[in-house]
């Protein structure tokens, strides 16, 4: 049997090297050296390898359909964002800050699962008494949960045998023998995650894996971990706050975008039903700047309250300082408000806030920051059963969104008396005529006029 060598590829011009270098020969950047693995290829000759052996091509109208069975886990909210349930032989890939509760969420879902099947825990993180204190702090029954402290890859196969569901804490701490780099390198997670993956796809075992993230808040090491995994989850959240966000970025079972809103407890995280609470504050109404509007998540709608600041600035530039809004999109939102709108803000620091820690990215929320930049400076609070969405555009234009009917219906279910809509999705809100009071504008001037008429 032929043995596999290693050599090293750079990352940005793909230059090999027999052996690590710390800047790049051909492209001259350093530290893009990355180690791969290189297995010869057997020789056929000899071999009368027949025709009909290689696989090829057949029609789409011949393949057959995969029915894809789900699994409950157990948590109706992580249910809820993996696209209603677990699917069966995925690769489900978790992120997140240290102490989030990335491991919390996974020994209890395994607990469940493990009522009925066989589950491996592999705490390459962790001895596996720390595992067993942490289950019996939750309180959890664990009749076919089985511990396994290792760290190679290759170790680990053999405890993969009559296993439906598996869980890697983490990917980062797994290393294969094939390469002799350290465990965390980008060579070692590539390799590893595509070998788990041949497994998960092979031998029809579910994968839970967790990935650490860097400081700029991505998943550390190789873009192409992502691209393995079936489903790519993030946890959010502050580790001081109870409530966490899991955020679907991935998911091809089902939508991304997707979130769930845990609680934090001493008994392990349990899902929020009712989340109302979480992304509206209590004072709205009463202080400028405060606009409510519904975000698509998933296939969820969501209430959330903007919140914003504006103070005139001590220095020559004005700080436009966004949390949970892109900061390029709130920089084109305040110079349509100057140019179209005459709201100087050209001398004010503007902060503005998404309540709960959610991210917000979708257009229609760009008529609800406008209405709140412009409530803040204006000193006028909008009426606290007002909500607003809407996309808005360089002209000043209020142009339409996508399911528009969905968010005058949770405007309804949520208790607003008046919602403000682009003029666009008028036709399609005329069934909630005489639920909710609805005001169709086509400009962001006539808006602000309708909402702040002082």
């Avoid at 053999?158 to 983490?170: C, M, N, T």
């Avoid at 691209?227 to 966490?244: A, K």
Wanted: charged share 20%; net charge neutral.
């Amino acid at each position: 049997m032929a043995k596999t060598t290693s050599q090293f590829v750079c990352n940005e011009c793909g230059a090999i090297s027999p052996k690590w270098l710390g800047r790049c020969p051909s492209c001259g950047k350093f530290n893009t050296m990355v180690e791969e693995s290189i297995a010869p290829a057997p020789s056929r000759s000899g071999i009368g390898l027949k025709t009909s052996s290689f696989k090829r091509a057949i029609p789409l109208s011949e393949v057959a359909y995969e029915k894809f069975e789900r699994k409950t886990s157990g948590i109706s909210e992580l249910d809820t964002v993996l696209g209603g349930g677990i699917v069966l032989g995925s690769l489900v890939l978790i992120g997140g800050d240290p102490g989030i509760g990335k491991s919390t969420l996974l020994t209890q879902v395994s607990a469940n699962l493990s009522v009925h099947e066989k589950v491996l825990y592999v705490c390459a993180e962790e001895s596996c008494s720390q595992v067993k204190l942490r289950t019996e702090r939750l309180g959890l029954s664990t009749p076919n949960l089985y511990l396994l402290n290792e760290t190679c890859l290759e170790e680990m196969e053999a405890s993969f045998e009559g296993i439906r569901y598996a869980v890697i804490d983490s990917i980062q701490a797994v290393y294969t023998e094939a390469l002799s780099s350290a465990a965390g390198s980008v060579g070692q997670i590539r390799e590893c995650a595509a070998r788990l993956m041949r497994i998960a796809k092979s031998k029809g075992i579910t994968f839970f894996i967790v990935g650490h993230v860097t400081k700029e808040g991505s998943l550390a090491g190789p873009k192409v971990l992502e691209h393995v995994m079936d489903t790519v989850l993030y946890f959010e959240g502050e580790r001081e706050d109870n409530f966490r966000l899991l955020r679907s970025v991935k998911n091809r079972f089902g939508s991304v975008q997707e979130i769930g809103v845990f609680e934090m407890t001493e008994t392990g995280l349990f899902g929020v039903k009712d989340y109302a609470g979480l992304f509206l504050s209590d004072r709205r109404g009463e202080a400028a700047g405060c606009v409510v509007t519904p975000s698509e998540t998933g296939n969820r709608v969501v209430m959330v309250e903007l919140q914003t600041l504006i103070a005139k600035t001590a220095f020559g530039l004005p700080r436009r300082m966004p949390l949970g809004i892109d900061l390029n999109k709130l920089i084109v939102l305040t110079a349509v408000l100057e140019k179209r709108c005459g709201i100087p803000l050209f001398n004010q620091d503007v902060y503005i806030d998404a309540m709960g820690g959610i991210r917000l990215s979708e257009p229609s929320i760009d008529l609800a920051v406008c209405i709140a930049l412009a409530s803040a400076f204006k000193g006028i609070p909008v009426d606290a059963g007002t909500a607003v969405f809407g996309e808005t555009g360089l002209t000043g234009e209020v142009r339409g969104v996508s399911n528009a009917d969905r968010r005058v219906n949770e405007c309804i279910k949520m208790g607003f008396k008046r919602v403000v809509f682009p003029y666009k999705n008028k036709s399609s809100c005329e069934k909630y005529k005489g639920q909710i009071e609805l005001v169709p504008v086509s400009t962001l001037w006539q808006a602000i006029k309708t909402l702040l008429p002082q």
